[in-house]
């Protein structure tokens, strides 16, 4: 067996989790006295049988759990998901924007942000996104270019943004909420990175209590639920929320898996019941770990303090080095690197030793692997390219490979997608630069991995046959 050789490995390694899921192998389960549930829980592997409610049309037990997690989380209404928050983030779009019209969304949203408006025929205005130059941390967006991209773009039926980032940056998200409120535009906000906000005052302040009228967040990245379940939450009365209701019928599994859902309920609990006492463990063993750290391993500034951006730069190692150098000698996973270094995600599953082993690590990482030679600086291309055609225009378009520096000034026919974290760096119908071209190649040479492309290999792009257009 292939699957379950390899994860059978990295459970008998006990290969130490700084990435998602959040629940930590189980980790957490077992040390709340779940245990017991979880044992049985592939008996629990059901289908849609009296007294196991329907969740397209929830009038029982999901119906109550969902109460209870709309009551936790402070929305209106709250609805489980389990097609991961890429069906959520569909939905809210297609609910929200109707074919032909506009939708104005950070530069750096996920991929599934431009999957929606291919399926529901919806153009996008792009807000920049800002960068850190000597990390590549994406900060999100500014308040006065989101205003200006507002301004100039009032047909747009809704705004959505990513907040935090991936990186665990935010922004006052409240101002652009009233902002696009004012001029009649409904606010999605992708807060798959930001389940857990709401545990601690230490933490940014969430997207509900902010004004957002529809926050989609990934349960499973950030608290301990399965991955794959995430969690709509409405508030106010922007919404029609039959027709929510409806494309969540389209976009998710006519077969709920119940599994999901049990770990969603899971999740709730511990939320309400301990979430905020593990919250403040987990911030208190970060602090620890920041104050013990050798000097030379620097840690970017996040607003979201679960999230630890390690920047090897001084250590003269890439990103990709580092991690590869922290799975193949420390037995420890991080979430992504990029070029300048590694992210991890931190939550109430890890332990102290966790903690502890991740800082012997590193201390050794510096005396053993520390490279004199300076990396090189590489900037991401974070100028929006000029947009020919709709996203949807572009995806039904007749397509043909080009040699990849062929493609430079041609249409693009293809989402080319740095992954993690899964934030296109091109899309269908935008002019290829050859600054993306560029850093493509510089970063997949260095080790970063590129999806979306029909030649993995990155020697030939995808670009729209403009004889045949
Ligand atoms: C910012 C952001 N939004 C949305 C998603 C999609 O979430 P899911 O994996 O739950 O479908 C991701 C996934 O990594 C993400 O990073």
């Known amino acids: 067996m292939f699957i379950i050789n390899e994860l059978s490995n990295i459970v008998n390694n006990e290969v130490i989790s700084f990435h998602m899921p959040g629940h930590k192998k189980g980790r957490i389960y077992e040390k709340l006295g779940y245990k017991n549930v979880l044992e049985n829980l592939y008996k629990m592997d059901t289908t849609e049988i009296l007294g196991t409610d329907n969740l397209h049309s929830p009038e029982g ?71 850190s130059e000597d990390t590549n941390v994406l900060k999100g967006i500014s308040i006065s270019n989101a205003i200006d991209v507002i301004d100039k773009n009032l047909d747009a039926k809704a705004v959505l943004l990513t907040y935090p980032t991936y990186y665990g940056m935010t922004y006052d998200l409240e101002c652009i909420c009233n902002y696009a ?61 039959d027709r929510l209701l409806n494309v969540l019928r389209i976009t998710e ?55 630890i951006f390690i920047s090897s730069k001084n250590i003269g190692l890439t990103g ?17 690197s990029n070029y300048y270094g590694v992210l991890l995600i931190c939550t109430i599953g890890n332990s102290t030793k966790d903690f502890n082993s991740l800082e012997t690590a590193l201390n050794n990482v510096v005396k053993e692997d520390f490279r004199f030679t300076k990396l ?3 900037e991401y291309p974070a100028i929006i390219p000029k947009k020919i055609l ?14 990849i520096y062929d493609s430079i ?3 693009c026919g293809e989402c080319i997608v740095p992954y993690p974290p899964g934030i296109s760096i091109i899309s269908p119908g935008e002019i290829i630069s ?13 080790g970063m991995v590129v999806s979306g492309l029909k030649d993995v290999d990155l020697n030939f792009i995808e670009v729209i046959d403009l004889e045949n257009i």
């Open 253 to 307: 599994s006519s077969s709920p898996s119940y599994i999901l859902l049990s770990s969603l309920e899971l999740a709730v609990d511990i939320y309400e019941n301990k979430g905020q006492e593990l919250m403040k463990e987990l911030l208190n063993k970060i602090r620890v770990f920041k104050n013990n750290i050798n000097e030379n391993i620097e840690i970017y500034d996040t607003n979201d303090k679960t999230k």
């Open 320 to 336: 990709y080095e580092l991690e590869n150098i922290l799975r193949n000698k420390y037995n420890i996973q991080v979430e992504l």
């Open 61 to 131: 037990i999901i119906k109550s759990s969902q109460k209870k997690a709309s009551r936790v989380f402070k929305s209106d209404y709250t609805y489980y998901l389990v097609n991961g928050s890429s069906c959520g983030i569909q939905s809210a779009i297609m609910s929200v924007c109707a074919p032909k019209s506009k939708i104005i969304v950070n530069r750096d949203c996920h991929q599934s942000v431009i999957n929606a408006c291919i399926l529901g025929d919806i153009d996008i205005e792009y807000i920049s996104c800002e960068i």
């Open 181 to 241: 409120h004012d001029k009649k535009m409904v606010v999605i906000i992708d807060e798959a990175h930001g389940a857990h906000l709401g545990l601690s005052d230490r933490l940014p302040k969430t997207a509900l209590e902010q004004g957002a009228d529809i926050v989609v967040q990934s349960t499973h990245k950030t608290l301990p639920s399965f991955t794959q379940s995430s969690m709509i939450h409405i508030k106010g009365n922007r919404i029609d929320i």
């Open 409 to 411: 000034g041609k249409v």
């Open 390 to 403: 709709t996203p949807r225009e572009a995806f039904y378009k007749t397509k043909k490979s080009v040699k």
């Open 434 to 446: 050859k600054e993306i071209i560029d850093y493509l190649i510089f970063c997949n040479s260095k």
């Open 376 to 378: 090189e600086n590489k």
